[in-house]
C-alpha cells in the first residue's frame, strides 16, 4: 500500500508519466473499485459538450455503468452523430442529445428548464465542454468565451439543476478540470482577462483554475444536501482538443497520450463509485486526490474564493 502511494505521488509529481498513458496503466494495476455494470441503472446523468473526445467517451462510459445520459450539445447534428457512436457501442442504451451552448446563459437556463420538466431527480452533472480559443472573444452577453464556457456556464447550470441533484440523494457534480491549472492562480481582480495582451493558454489555464475553486463552493452549499462535488483533471488524451488546440504538444507527446476512454476514466468514475460520494470539495486525476496547488502563488486565498462566487452569481443573475 505504502509503495503503492509513493509510486502514484511519483507519477503526479513528474508530470509527464503521470499525465500520460503511462500513469493510467500503471495505477490501474492496483485500482480495486471498478464500477459495476450496471451500478447507475435508472439513474440520469447530464454531460457537456458530450459530442466529442472526453465527452463522448463519459457518455458511452456512464451508459455501460446503465445510466441514462442526457448529452448537452450546441450543435445537435454533431450530438446525434456522437449518439449513434455511442448506441453502435452499447446497443439499447437511454441517450439522449439536448441542445445547450454552454457560454450562452439563455441556452443554459432553457436546457435546465427542459429537465426539470422530464426527471425526476440527477445522479449528476458532468461540466465537461472546453475550449481553447487562439484570440480573446466575448459572448453576445459581452463575458470573455473561456470563463462564460468553463466558468459562467456551469455555475448557472448547477445552480438550476440543483433542486433535481438534491431530489437524488446521492448525486455528483463534476468539474473537468485540467494540469495546466497549476500554473495559474486565481485572477479575480481580472476574472474576464480584460487586462494584458490575451493568450487563449493561459485564459484556458486561469478559468480550469476557478473550475476547481468553484468545485470546492459548490461543495460547501451542497454539503449535507445529498450531492458531491469533485474537480478532476483528465492527464493528456488524444481528442479533437488536443490534437487542433495544441497541435505541437499533440505531435511532442502523441505517442504516450491517453486514449480519451482512458481520460475520461476518473470523471466516469467520480459519478459511478460509491467512494467519491463520501467526500465533497477534492480535486482528483486517476481516480485518487491531488493537490490544488504547487506553487506558492497559485493558493487561493478564502477571501478571493468568496469573491469568485460573488462574481459568478453576479455575472449569471443569481444574486
Ligand atoms: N484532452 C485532454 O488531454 C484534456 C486535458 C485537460 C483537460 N481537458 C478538458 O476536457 C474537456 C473536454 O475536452 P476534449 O479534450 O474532449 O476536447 P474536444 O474534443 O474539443 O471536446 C470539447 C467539447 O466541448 C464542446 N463545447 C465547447 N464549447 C461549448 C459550448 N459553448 N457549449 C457546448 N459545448 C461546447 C465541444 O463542442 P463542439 O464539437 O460543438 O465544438 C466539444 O464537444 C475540456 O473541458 C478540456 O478542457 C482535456
Redesign the pocket.
Known amino acids: 500500500m505504502r509503495l503503492t502511494g509513493a509510486l502514484d505521488t511519483l507519477l503526479d509529481r513528474t508530470i509527464v508519466p503521470g ?1 500520460s498513458r503511462i500513469g493510467y496503466v500503471v495505477r490501474r494495476t492496483w485500482w480495486s473499485d471498478d464500477v459495476p455494470d450496471g451500478a447507475l441503472a435508472g439513474r440520469t446523468v447530464a454531460v ?10 463519459t457518455t458511452l462510459g456512464l451508459a455501460r455503468l446503465g445510466a441514462s445520459v442526457r448529452m ?4 445537435t447534428a ?1 450530438g446525434e452523430q ?1 449518439r449513434a457512436d455511442v448506441l453502435a457501442a452499447c446497443p439499447g442504451a437511454d441517450v439522449e442529445v439536448e441542445e ?5 446563459l439563455k ?1 443554459v437556463r432553457a436546457v435546465a428548464a427542459r429537465l426539470r420538466d422530464a426527471l425526476p431527480g440527477l445522479r449528476g452533472v458532468v ?6 480559443p487562439p484570440e480573446r472573444t466575448e459572448t453576445a452577453a459581452g463575458h470573455e ?1 473561456t470563463v ?3 466558468v459562467l ?1 456551469p455555475h448557472l447550470l448547477t445552480a438550476e439543476l440543483r433542486p433535481l441533484l438534491v431530489a437524488d440523494g446521492d448525486a455528483r457534480v463534476v468539474f ?5 491549472m497549476y500554473t495559474q492562480p486565481l485572477r479575480i481582480d481580472d476574472p474576464e482577462y480584460r487586462r494584458g495582451d490575451y493568450n487563449g493558454t493561459k485564459a ?1 489555464a486561469r478559468t ?1 483554475r476557478m473550475q476547481v475553486v468553484l468545485a470546492g463552493l459548490w461543495a460547501q452549499r451542497l454539503a449535507g444536501l445529498g450531492a458531491s462535488v469533485h474537480a478532476m ?10 490534437t ?2 495544441l497541435p505541437g504538444f499533440a505531435r511532442v507527446v502523441g505517442p504516450i ?2 486514449s ?1 476512454d482512458e ?2 476514466d476518473t470523471a466516469v468514475w467520480l459519478v459511478g463509485a460509491p467512494a467519491p460520494g463520501r467526500t465533497t470539495g477534492l480535486f482528483w486525476q486517476d481516480r485518487a486526490p491531488r493537490p490544488t496547488s504547487y506553487l506558492p502563488f497559485t493558493v487561493t486565498s478564502e477571501a478571493d474564493a468568496e469573491r469568485l462566487w460573488d462574481y459568478c452569481a453576479e455575472a449569471t443573475g443569481l444574486a
Open positions: 499525465y457537456t459538450g458530450a459530442n466529442s473526445g472526453l465527452g463522448a467517451a448537452l450539445c450546441r450543435d454533431r456522437a445547450c451552448d454552454l457560454s450562452d441556452s461540466h465537461n465542454a472546453g475550449v481553447l468565451l462564460a464556457t468553463h456556464g473537468v478540470s485540467s494540469g495546466g484556458y480550469k483533471h483528465p492527464g493528456w488524451a488524444d481528442t479533437p482538443g488536443i487542433d488546440s497520450l491517453r480519451a481520460g475520461a
